[in-house]
């Protein structure tokens, strides 16, 4: 049986090895905080290079759909997402992906839109944009910290509360623009093991911040994006994690994020590994450096940190090149823990 199913495995990777792409921008502003941003002129030379070098620039629902029905993709499919819907995407993002013809998804938070706060588009303008072509999609009602309960509250009740937040946010996106895609992209990155069971129960797909080429071996309630922003923005690096691959993930003993005592999270790891070699594996663990990884087996390997992880967000990475393509196989895994009293970096 096992024997069986590791030979589909092998099967279903040479038939599907494709992977997706999926770019994750926010502001496009020469103007706005360089952590999250890329300037007009970046933003231009990288859409030209997909241009240039015939990448196959897919909405992100068709990606999603192609890896739900296990369909192969072309190769050199990219995606192209925006979060929380800031102005600078309907003045200065959306004339040049028109341009090139390229489409996109954008993933907003009602609220601050309805509010006006600043830099954000109005819901007119984001109502336009749909009429054009533009992929509307969830980001919570008022982009909150998912995880993290309120004083008081129960697990029952949290769940709840955030079930009732991602409908209602669909809910309005529905009723303003027609569309309905059942994509939320976590606020923060943020999100935890009940919260994916919670969203596969209903049918949605979710998307982090963790890196890596999606593809058949990720979790559809957990895809990576590559982030472009401040020094992510670099065209001769994001050339790399443009040409990366859907790393062959079987099993891992652990993928939910939440930590909630051990600040060291071992990850154990299991990989078809057909067109990898171990010694080329390299991990790196966020702000302490490379390790090699710790091999178990002849497709296992292990990773820890040496230190504790810092309050808030970290992630595990692990690269290795294709034994047969031009590129490498991607993985990264995230992490959000809490101070040791329990309450959360104030961000």
Same mark, same amino acid.
């Given at each position: 049986?096992?024997?069986?199913?590791?030979?589909?495995?092998?099967?279903?990777?040479?038939?599907?090895?494709?992977?997706?792409?999926?770019?994750?921008?926010?502001?496009?502003?020469?103007?706005? *905080?360089?952590?999250?941003?890329?300037?007009? @002129?970046?933003?231009?030379?990288?859409?030209?290079?997909?241009?240039?070098?015939?990448?196959?620039?897919?909405?992100?629902?068709?990606?999603?759909?192609?890896?739900?029905?296990?369909?192969?993709?072309?190769?050199?499919?990219?995606?192209?997402?925006?979060?929380? #819907?800031?102005?600078?995407?309907?003045?200065?993002?959306?004339?040049?992906?028109?341009?090139?013809?390229?489409?996109?998804?954008?993933?907003?938070?009602?609220?601050?839109?309805?509010?006006?706060?600043?830099?954000?588009?109005?819901?007119?303008?984001?109502?336009?944009?749909? @009429?054009?072509?533009?992929?509307?999609?969830?980001?919570? /009602?008022?982009?909150?910290?998912?995880?993290?309960?309120?004083?008081?509250?129960?697990?029952?009740?949290?769940?709840?509360?955030?079930?009732?937040?991602?409908?209602?946010?669909?809910?309005?996106?529905?009723?303003?623009?027609?569309?309905?895609?059942?994509?939320?992209?976590? *606020?923060?990155?943020?999100?935890?093991?009940?919260?994916?069971?919670?969203?596969?129960?209903? #049918?949605?797909?979710?998307?982090?911040?963790?890196? #890596?080429?999606?593809?058949?071996?990720?979790?559809?309630?957990?895809?990576?994006?590559?982030?472009?922003?401040?020094?992510?923005?670099?065209?001769?690096?994001? @050339?790399? @994690?443009?040409?990366?691959?859907?790393? *062959?993930?079987?099993?891992?003993?652990?993928?939910?994020?939440?930590?909630?005592?051990?600040?060291?999270?071992?990850?154990?790891?299991?990989?078809?590994?057909?067109?990898?070699?171990?010694?080329?594996?390299?991990?790196?663990?966020?702000?302490? #450096?490379?390790?090699? *990884?710790? /091999?178990?087996?002849?497709?296992?390997?292990?990773?820890?940190?040496?230190?504790?992880?810092?309050?808030?967000?970290?992630?595990?990475?692990?690269?290795?090149?294709?034994?047969?393509?031009?590129?490498?196989?991607?993985?990264?895994?995230?992490?959000?823990?809490?101070?040791?009293?329990?309450?959360?970096?104030?961000?």
């Amino acid at each position: 049986m096992i024997k069986t199913l590791l030979i589909g495995l092998l099967l279903l990777a040479c038939t599907s090895a494709q992977a997706a792409v999926i770019l994750q921008y926010h502001h496009v502003s020469a103007t706005t *905080p360089a952590s999250t941003s890329v300037t007009p @002129k970046q933003f231009r030379e990288q859409m030209q290079y997909l241009y240039d070098h015939q990448f196959n620039v897919l909405p992100l629902s068709d990606i999603v759909n192609a890896i739900k029905s296990q369909q192969t993709l072309p190769a050199k499919t990219v995606a192209i997402t925006f979060d929380d #819907g800031y102005r600078s995407i309907a003045t200065t993002a959306h004339p040049i992906l028109k341009e090139y013809g390229f489409p996109y998804t954008l993933f907003v938070s009602v609220e601050p839109i309805k509010r006006k706060y600043g830099n954000m588009m109005t819901w007119n303008e984001l109502i336009e944009l749909s @009429k054009d072509g533009a992929e509307i999609a969830n980001h919570s /009602w008022g982009h909150e910290h998912l995880i993290r309960r309120l004083p008081q509250e129960t697990q029952a009740q949290w769940i709840k509360r955030i079930e009732q937040n991602i409908d209602q946010t669909e809910a309005a996106i529905a009723e303003a623009t027609g569309q309905n895609l059942k994509m939320l992209a976590y *606020p923060y990155g943020e999100y935890n093991a009940d919260i994916e069971a919670m969203l596969a129960k209903k #049918g949605y797909v979710a998307l982090g911040q963790q890196s #890596g080429a999606a593809g058949i071996y990720s979790s559809l309630t957990a895809l990576p994006r590559f982030p472009v922003a401040g020094v992510y923005a670099n065209l001769d690096t994001l @050339k790399v @994690k443009l040409n990366s691959l859907n790393m *062959p993930v079987i099993n891992q003993n652990t993928s939910n994020p939440e930590l909630t005592k051990n600040w060291r999270p071992k990850l154990i790891v299991t990989l078809d590994m057909t067109d990898i070699y171990p010694h080329q594996m390299m991990c790196f663990i966020q702000g302490q #450096g490379a390790q090699k *990884p710790l /091999w178990l087996g002849k497709n296992q390997f292990s990773i820890q940190a040496e230190t504790d992880l810092p309050a808030g967000r970290s992630r595990y990475n692990c690269t290795a090149p294709s034994k047969t393509k031009s590129g490498y196989y991607w993985f990264s895994q995230a992490w959000v823990r809490p101070f040791d009293d329990g309450s959360w970096p104030k961000e």
